[in-house]
């Protein structure tokens, strides 16, 4: 009888906990999609545009999906459950709702920054709720991407989410609190791959070879599309914009209808570069003052306070302070009536920066308008020596010289004050070094560096330099993840889960070959940091191409002695330039024989990432083997064709020096024959929609490269 009783009971309390299992279904489930049932959203006539456009790409996701279309709403009279509520915790109506709905906890969110939570209710509806607006933005993206499994950058990596007749779960709950990162930006800079992709909205009136058109505004849409939804609130949108030029205006007005902060490049403050000073006065009196604090203050100060005007017009500028010349130098390298001591030097650019505050004050009514002043190069070398005085209100950013390596040393070496904030300015891309086509800098190695901006204090501003966004999908999403929730970040984890979201048939192989990619670079003896990316290795092959051109010419010349004296005052300042603030940037080899080791053991590695990466693209589905050829081997064709020419260069030249020139001619030739690789890597990238995209490759410019080397192989002849 006992035993029967036992039985009987254990068969009671698991009919229990089965009724319990159903009540707690039916209480906490949530139908976005189910059947015949569709939600509806409630949305508010007070909510910002942002957020309207992020329910509007919530509703385009799970139509993509689904094939269903959801309705908005603005009054509860009109909704039948179930339903989406989303708004802003200043919203007193959905906080109403809220409340009605059995959702208490939102008032925890009431006067944070950019936090947001989302969760269903006992009453059949999901609640999605910011501190902010913003806050309800990333709620709605990071809800998209955790349930709906849609990936941020879906229109760059070419990764449409799955298809679903149905989107139920049993519980939804996301809580995050405030960013680790206050700012945390996009910089498009160098972007000529993006400005020649589509036909743009416009012509630039700018004297440089780079950036003659303007970004298309349907590309720019994908871009801050993109950007805000990996949780970034802030953007430099072009290189040397010029505000004043409609087209290019309109890549601004593009990114406010998005709730982000708009800022500016470190070299045009207030919004004013060289190209811009020149413009304005042509159009003024076509006149062409030089571009020079020092000997027309007068004039500069006039084009800031018109810019300054033109920007004031827009929410949440961050103002950029500063004083640089033309192409991202100094500005005494072009007045060289400026002193050349770093004491007077510093006292010009300081008396600027007050200048540029008084101006901001003039045409900004916020109380306290946020600003920036970037350490790059020279700032950073006269600020680390006291001979710099930057306005209190200013955030102070540090830089990276080596593109998402390490930080400069005055990072390391300025004292934080309790009183100042300060920031960092990172680069995904640098163009001159690299990368630039093919990306470098493992998310491990961003969440090292990253870390450190963390122990130093200096986490109220992050600008990532991203270039043409489309080279460095893994590296922006992981970075906008840490910038959001440091503490929550693990990299091997968070990486793994990137390939398993992407690559779900063979995860651990793709990852694989990640790692060995990113661990091909080679790394300078001295500086620790990778002295042959892109950029780099073809700088590298084509100087020694003017060499070997120069071994050639000078054939039974008497060589004349190298004097230093006869290097003009020009050249004195760029090596001065380089040597003192960008050394990591340009990182080289001691000798020739170096440079070929160097360069034969990366050219080694990445035909090693080559083939591997092609037999295993033949067991992947369609969509993997797209983004795995695109994001990956073509990039490993680009480093492996770029090594290997290297390689073959150096041996060119020794052959030359050594007077076989017969050998010299083979080994160029051979060289030569690297850009089948190169055009292997461009081939890959532009399937599909992406035809076009390398048409503005003029930052590389390999077409030029290989010119110059077909016209070496003739000389040699």
Not at 76 to 92: A, M, Q, R
Not at 108 to 122: C, I, T
Not at 555 to 568: F, I, S, T, W
Request: proline share 4%; with cysteine.
């Amino acid at each position: 009888m006992r035993l029967l009783h036992d039985m009987s009971l254990r068969a009671g309390i698991m009919v229990f906990l089965f009724f319990l299992l159903c009540v707690v279904r039916q209480v906490y489930a949530f139908d976005l999609v189910n059947g015949k049932i569709r939600a509806t959203i409630y949305l508010s006539r007070n909510e910002p545009e942002c957020v309207r456009l992020a329910v509007q790409d919530f509703i385009s996701d799970v139509k993509k999906i689904t094939g269903q279309d959801l309705r908005i709403v603005q009054s509860l009279e009109w909704i039948s459950k179930p339903y989406v509520l989303i708004g802003t915790v200043t919203n007193k109506q959905f906080c109403t709702l809220t409340k009605i709905n059995g959702v208490k906890s939102i008032d925890a969110l009431k006067g944070k920054w950019e936090s947001y939570q989302v969760e269903n209710s006992s009453t059949n509806a999901l609640v999605i709720a910011g501190s902010d607006a913003r806050g309800t933005m990333f709620g709605i993206y990071d809800f998209m991407e955790q349930y709906l499994v849609v990936d941020p950058l879906y229109f760059w990596s070419g990764l449409e989410p799955l298809k679903k007749a149905e989107l139920s779960w049993d519980q939804i709950n996301i809580k995050v609190g405030e960013p680790t990162f206050k700012y945390r930006g996009w910089f498009i800079n160098d972007e000529d791959l993006l400005t020649e992709w589509k036909e743009s909205g416009g012509r630039r009136n700018i004297d440089y070879p780079f950036y003659q058109q303007v970004v298309a505004p349907e590309v720019m849409e994908k871009v801050v599309e993109a950007m805000v939804r990996s949780r970034f609130n802030l953007i430099i949108p072009a290189s040397f914009l010029d505000i004043g030029n409609p087209a290019e205006e309109e890549l601004v007005k593009i990114a406010a209808r998005r709730g982000v902060f708009l800022s500016q490049h470190h070299i045009e403050p207030l919004g004013v570069n060289g190209f811009t000073y020149f413009n304005y006065w042509k159009t003024k009196n076509n006149t062409n003052p030089l571009f020079s604090y020092f000997s027309n203050k007068a004039e500069l100060q006039e084009v800031w306070k018109a810019y300054a005007e033109k920007w004031a017009k827009y929410p949440n500028v961050i103002w950029q302070l500063g004083l640089r010349g033309i192409a991202d130098r100094p500005m005494w390298m072009a007045d060289l009536s400026i002193p050349q001591t770093d004491t007077d030097r510093g006292k010009i650019i300081s008396d600027a920066l007050k200048s540029q505050l008084e101006i901001i004050r003039s045409v900004d009514k916020r109380p306290n308008p946020p600003m920036t002043m970037t350490l790059w190069a020279e700032g950073s070398d006269l600020f680390s020596k006291n001979l710099l005085e930057i306005p209190s209100e200013a955030m102070i950013v540090f830089s990276d010289n080596c593109p998402g390596w390490k930080f400069q040393d005055d990072f390391y070496a300025v004292e934080r004050k309790s009183e100042r904030k300060y920031g960092i300015y990172y680069h995904h891309q640098l163009w001159g070094s690299g990368p630039h086509l093919a990306q470098t800098v493992s998310p491990s190695q961003t969440y090292k560096v990253l870390g450190e901006a963390i122990k130093m204090h200096s986490t109220e501003y992050a600008i990532l330099n991203v270039s043409n966004v489309r080279e460095f999908l893994p590296g922006i999403d992981a970075s906008g993840k840490m910038l959001y929730d440091f503490g929550s970040f693990h990299p091997e984890r968070n990486f793994k889960a990137w390939f398993q979201k992407r690559f779900p048939s063979h995860p651990d192989q793709v990852q694989k070959l990640y790692d060995d990619y990113f661990a091909g670079f080679v790394i300078h003896d001295a500086l620790k940091v990778p002295m042959l990316m892109d950029g780099q290795a073809n700088a590298a092959s084509n100087k020694l191409m003017g060499e070997i051109r120069q071994i050639i010419r000078d054939a039974g010349k008497k060589p004349e002695p190298q004097n230093a004296q006869k290097l003009d005052l020009m050249n004195t300042l760029e090596k001065d330039f380089v040597n003192k603030t960008l050394r990591d940037m340009h990182a080289s080899a001691g000798s020739d024989t170096e440079l070929l080791q160097k360069s034969g053991f990366q050219s080694h590695v990445f035909a090693k990432v080559v083939l591997e990466t092609e037999a295993l693209i033949r067991n992947l589905n369609p969509g993997e083997a797209g983004l795995l050829s695109a994001n990956f081997l073509s990039q490993a064709y680009f480093m492996k064709g770029l090594s290997q020419k290297l390689e073959y260069t150096v041996l060119a030249k020794q052959a030359v020096e050594n007077g076989d020139r017969n050998m010299a001619l083979k080994y160029l030739q051979m060289a030569l024959e690297c850009f089948s690789d190169i055009r292997k890597a461009k081939i890959l990238a532009t399937q599909g929609q992406w035809t076009d995209w390398y048409r503005g490759d003029k930052k590389m410019n390999f077409k030029a490269s290989e010119n110059n080397l077909e016209g070496l192989i003739k000389e040699l002849h």
